[in-house]
Antibody
C-alpha cells in the first residue's frame, strides 16, 4: 500500500526540541523528493521544506531557517524533521508529502501523496 | 517569492457549478503549473487537479481547471456539485524547486 505515516508530534515547551518522522511504504522512496507542509490550527497550508531524493539539496521557508532541519534515511524509507528552538507559532499539523517535479517555463512541485499529519503544539 | 490569492469562501446549491479563482501576485501564472487540493475537516489534503487541468485517477470529470494570463489567475471549476465536494480547496504553484507556494484556501459550502 502506497502511504506516508507521520509520527513524533506532541506538546513541547517553547525553546525545546522535537523530531518528526515520516515512514514511507509501497513505493521507491529513494526516487522522490520529499517535503514537509504544515497547517496551523484553523489556518491554511504552508510549505516548510524540501529534500532532494539523494538528500544532497535541502531548502526551507524563511521562518524556519536555522531552526528546523529536514533529513532522510533512504535505507529506512524515512523522512525526518528536526525541530529546534520551537516557538508558539510553530504549532501546527505537520504533513509529509511526496514531491513530483513539474516543469513549464520554470520548475516546481506537485504534491501527489500526503500523510495524515502529526500535531505539534508548542506551549508552556 | 509570489503569493496566490483565493476567495475566502464560496457557496452554491447541489447540482450547480462553482468556480474558485487563484490569482498570482507577481510573475506569470503561466510560468509554472498550478495544482488544486481538497481538504475535508480533520483530514489530509488530496489532489483534485495537477498541471493546471490534469485529474488524478479517481477524480471525476466534474472537476476542471484552467489558467488565464490576462487576469494572471487559475481557476478550478466543479460542476454538478455534490455535498461530498464540501471542504477547503487550495491552489499551489512554484517558481523554483526551492519552494512551494499555497493559496490561502477557499471554503466551499454546498447548501
Amino acid at each position: 500500500q502506497v502511504q506516508l505515516v507521520e509520527s513524533g508530534g506532541g506538546v513541547v515547551q517553547p525553546g525545546r526540541s522535537l523530531r518528526l518522522s515520516c515512514a514511507a511504504s509501497g513505493f521507491t522512496f529513494s526516487s522522490y523528493a520529499m517535503h514537509w507542509v504544515r497547517q496551523a490550527p484553523g489556518k491554511g497550508l504552508e510549505w516548510v521544506a524540501v529534500i532532494w531524493s539523494d538528500g544532497n539539496n535541502k531548502f526551507y521557508t524563511d521562518s524556519v531557517k536555522g531552526r528546523l532541519t529536514i533529513s532522510r534515511d533512504n535505507s529506512k524509507n524515512t523522512l525526518y524533521l528536526q525541530m529546534n528552538t520551537l516557538r508558539a507559532e510553530d504549532t501546527s499539523v505537520y504533513y509529509c508529502a511526496r514531491g513530483v517535479e513539474v516543469v513549464r517555463a520554470t520548475a516546481g512541485w506537485y504534491f501527489d501523496l500526503w500523510g495524515r499529519g502529526t500535531l505539534v503544539t508548542v506551549s508552556s | 517569492n509570489f503569493m496566490l490569492t483565493q476567495p475566502h469562501s464560496v457557496s452554491e446549491s447541489p447540482g450547480k457549478t462553482v468556480t474558485i479563482s487563484c490569482t498570482r501576485s507577481s510573475g506569470s501564472i503561466a510560468s509554472n503549473y498550478v495544482q488544486w487540493y481538497h481538504q475535508r475537516p480533520g483530514s489530509a489534503p488530496t489532489t483534485v487537479l495537477y498541471e493546471d487541468n490534469q485529474r488524478p485517477s479517481g477524480v471525476p470529470d466534474r472537476f476542471s481547471g484552467s489558467i488565464d494570463s490576462s487576469s494572471n489567475s487559475a481557476s478550478l471549476t466543479i460542476s454538478g456539485l455534490k455535498t461530498e465536494d464540501e471542504g477547503d480547496y487550495y491552489c499551489q504553484s512554484s517558481d523554483t524547486t526551492n519552494s512551494g507556494v499555497f493559496g490561502g484556501g477557499t471554503k466551499l459550502t454546498v447548501l
